[in-house]
Each structure stands twice: as structure tokens, then as C-alpha cells.
């Protein structure tokens, strides 16, 4: 899979528009606008002028923060881009064709507190494409029940308007990532303590889960 940008908020600009929240409108997300699994639409500034410029199809698709650092609450924060908007250069989306429910999958992998992990072994203040396209993710096969599971748990989450850290499916979802990355208890109970941002509730949940699951 391939990532890439999309527009550049400055050499774009004279396409920007105020952004009228109506059904044909395209608004222009930015990075601060992505939050692990949901995209803030009613928080932004432009609209895209399309009559200008067709280049970005109207399609949905993962895409993760560029600008992030080690010591942040996440480092890697991704979020499926619904098909009316368009991106900045502060956000890298998917640009291989990937069914929707491939796609939960992938943006329920990136947010896991694992490939946060490893991405923070190697990030200076940029998620930058080189270092995501050497992030190991686990394969998860269509036919698996996992593949279903973690789609929907991502789907839910997306859906939601409250900390995603109070609910149930978190740590659901950052249990069974952990499985697939065939973490020991040990060894997940070591990357939780490694992030002192996210709620100790949070973290105990997940490990919790962890332990239970089958």
C-alpha cells in the first residue's frame, strides 16, 4: 500500500474557498483536524473549489498525521478521510484502492498502541512515508474472524463523538492488535508504560482485555 499527499495548503490556496457546510461542498481537512479514527469536518476553515481543479476523486481512505513527535499523547493518528473531502500537506492517504472494511482494518492497525510503538523508535517530528512503509503490520486476512472484528470496532469508534478512551471498544481493539503482533503479556504491559499521556484506566483496560482474550 502507498501513501502520498494530496494538496499543498499554499500552493492550493487559490482554489481554497470559505467552507459552507452544504451537501456538495468539499471541505479541506488538515492534520489537526484528524484524531485517532475520526475526522473533524465541522472544524474547517476552507472549501475546495473544485470547478478549478478535479484532481482528487471523490473516494474515502485512510490517512495518518504527518507532523507528530515521540513524546506526544500518539505519535502515528490516522483516520479514514470521508470521499467529499479533500487533504493538506499535513496528511498522507492511502492511495491504493482498499475495500472499506480493509480499510478499518488498516486504520485500526495504525492507531494501536503497538505500531505506535514502533513508530516512536524511529520518529524525529515527522510521520514521514519512508518510516510508514517500513512499519510492520499484521496480515489480516478477509476470512478471519478478526478481520470482522476489528473492522467493526473501527467503524464504531469512528461513529462516536466521546473519548474513544472511555469506551468499550478501545481497549477491545488495542487487545486484539496486540495479539496479531503476537505480543507476550510482558511485553504489552512494557509498551503501555511507554506512553505517560494516556490514561493509566485506559492502558490497565487494554491490558486487561488482553489477558482475556482468546
Request: glycine share 4%; aromatic share 8%; net charge neutral.
Amino acid at each position: 500500500m502507498h501513501f502520498g499527499r494530496e494538496l499543498n495548503a499554499s500552493d492550493d490556496s487559490a482554489s481554497f474557498v470559505p467552507f459552507e457546510d452544504a451537501e456538495d461542498a468539499r471541505p479541506v481537512l488538515e492534520g489537526k483536524q484528524i484524531e485517532p479514527f475520526r475526522a473533524r469536518i465541522s472544524s474547517c476553515r476552507f472549501g475546495w473549489n473544485e470547478k478549478n481543479d478535479a484532481r482528487i476523486p471523490r473516494r474515502a481512505r485512510v490517512a495518518y498525521r504527518d507532523i507528530a513527535g515521540a513524546t506526544n499523547r500518539l505519535t502515528l493518528i490516522a483516520a479514514i478521510v470521508p470521499s467529499r473531502a479533500v487533504t493538506t500537506h499535513t496528511l498522507f492517504c492511502l492511495k491504493t484502492p482498499l475495500p472499506a472494511d480493509a480499510q478499518h482494518v488498516l486504520c485500526a492497525l495504525l492507531n494501536s498502541f503497538v505500531a505506535n510503538y514502533l513508530i516512536r523508535m524511529r520518529v524525529n517530528t515527522h510521520v514521514t512515508v519512508t518510516l510508514v512503509s517500513r512499519l510492520p503490520v499484521p496480515l489480516v486476512r478477509a476470512e478471519d474472524d478478526t478481520f470482522a472484528t476489528l473492522a467493526t470496532l473501527s467503524r464504531r469508534l469512528a461513529a462516536g463523538v466521546g473519548s474513544i478512551e472511555e469506551t468499550s471498544e478501545y481497549p477491545q481493539l488495542q487487545a486484539i492488535a496486540a495479539k496479531l503482533y503476537r505480543l507476550t503479556e510482558d511485553e504489552f504491559e512494557h509498551v503501555l508504560g511507554t506512553f505517560p499521556l494516556v490514561s493509566a484506566e485506559a492502558k490497565q483496560r487494554s491490558l486487561t482485555v488482553f489477558r482475556d482474550y482468546v
